[in-house]
């Protein structure tokens, strides 16, 4: 009983531990108020998008993000298939990089993606 606890106080340290070394640079104050201003959820689930919307504005992505002429489509905080609708997390990770949802299929040019 005893090693079990010590086994699975191990696995939420170094869980953690993993998180407190993959931190985005820009993520800097989320941290230094707490795992839960993102992890709305628990720390055993995914933050929800409610929570990246405590700091960021779709309509403002979609406008930071927009595309000229046939081009707009392939904005991917407004697109063709999803709208505005589309969860950050599809496409942003935080502790491990992603790939763009939408570069599954295509093969867009998106110059200010950072995982
Ligand atoms: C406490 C406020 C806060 C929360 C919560 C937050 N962010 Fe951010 N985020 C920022 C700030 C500030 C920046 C840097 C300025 C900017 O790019 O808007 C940033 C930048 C980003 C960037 C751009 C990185 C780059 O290289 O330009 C992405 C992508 C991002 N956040 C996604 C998310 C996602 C997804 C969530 C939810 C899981 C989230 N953020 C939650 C404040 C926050
Ligand atoms: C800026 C938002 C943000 C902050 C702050 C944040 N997380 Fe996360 N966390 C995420 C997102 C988004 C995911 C979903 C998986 C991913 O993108 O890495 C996640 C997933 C996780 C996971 C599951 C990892 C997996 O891949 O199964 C753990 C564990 C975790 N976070 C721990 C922490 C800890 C501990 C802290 C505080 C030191 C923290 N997180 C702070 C956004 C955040
Ligand atoms: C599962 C595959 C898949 C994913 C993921 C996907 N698309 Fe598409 N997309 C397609 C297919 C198939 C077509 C062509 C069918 C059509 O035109 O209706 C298409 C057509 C398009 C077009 C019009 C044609 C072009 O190439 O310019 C745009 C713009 C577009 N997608 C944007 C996006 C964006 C932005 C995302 C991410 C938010 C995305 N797609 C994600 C499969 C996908
Ligand atoms: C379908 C995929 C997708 C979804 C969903 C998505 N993003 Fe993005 N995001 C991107 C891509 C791709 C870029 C880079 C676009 C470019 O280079 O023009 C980006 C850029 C950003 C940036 C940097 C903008 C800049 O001007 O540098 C921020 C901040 C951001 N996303 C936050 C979010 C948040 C918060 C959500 C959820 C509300 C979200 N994203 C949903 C794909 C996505």
Known sequence: MKSLTALLLGLVLSTSAYAQQNQQPHHEMAYESGCESCHDQGMDRF??????????????????????GEDAKQNPHDSMHYGKEAPCQDCHGEHSPKKALCQECHNFNYPKFND
């Open 47 to 68: 933050p929800s998008d409610q929570a990246c919307l405590q700091c960021h504005d779709v309509d403002d992505l979609a406008e930071q993000t927009a595309r000229e």
